[in-house]
């Protein structure tokens, strides 16, 4: 099994910026994407982005790209989600995701094993 734990989370003015950070445990494999999900409150978990265990290659959706920016650090089992220029529709509950092959868009929820707690992310305007 693997275990996922994210931090970071927290109440940010818009325009600030936040780092999430996902530390994954257990029987972790090295290969696979992580990524990065919401939830807003009363909508359906959206993705956010992901990225390759290698760090090739990084996904990211239309809504975050070029504000939000992902990596990782193999040496430390660890994915981070650096959020910059946060906006209040930013506001919602952020899950770190795992899965350990490459199939599929790398962007549906239903394709990821393994899921982090989640952590609270509010953006006040």
């Known amino acids: 099994q693997v275990q996922l734990v994210e931090s970071g989370g927290g109440l940010v003015q818009a325009g600030d910026a936040l780092r999430l ?13 992580m990524g990065w999900f919401r939830r807003a409150p009363g909508k ?10 290698g760090g090739g290659s990084t996904y990211y959706s ?6 939000f920016t992902i990596s990782r650090d193999n040496a430390k ?3 981070y989600l650096q959020m910059n220029n946060l906006k209040p529709e930013d ?9 350990s092959d490459y199939f ?3 962007r549906r929820a239903s394709e990821y094993r393994y899921w982090g707690q989640g952590t ?3 953006v006040s305007s």
């Open 21 to 33: 950070s996902c530390v994954a445990s257990g029987r972790t494999s090295r290969s696979g994407i």
């Open 44 to 53: 359906e978990r959206e993705f956010v982005a992901a990225i390759s265990w």
């Open 62 to 67: 239309d809504s975050v790209k070029g504000r």
């Open 77 to 79: 089992n660890t994915w």
């Open 91 to 99: 506001t919602a509950v952020y899950y770190c995701a795992a899965k």
């Open 104 to 106: 599929g868009t790398n």
């Open 120 to 122: 609270q992310v509010t």
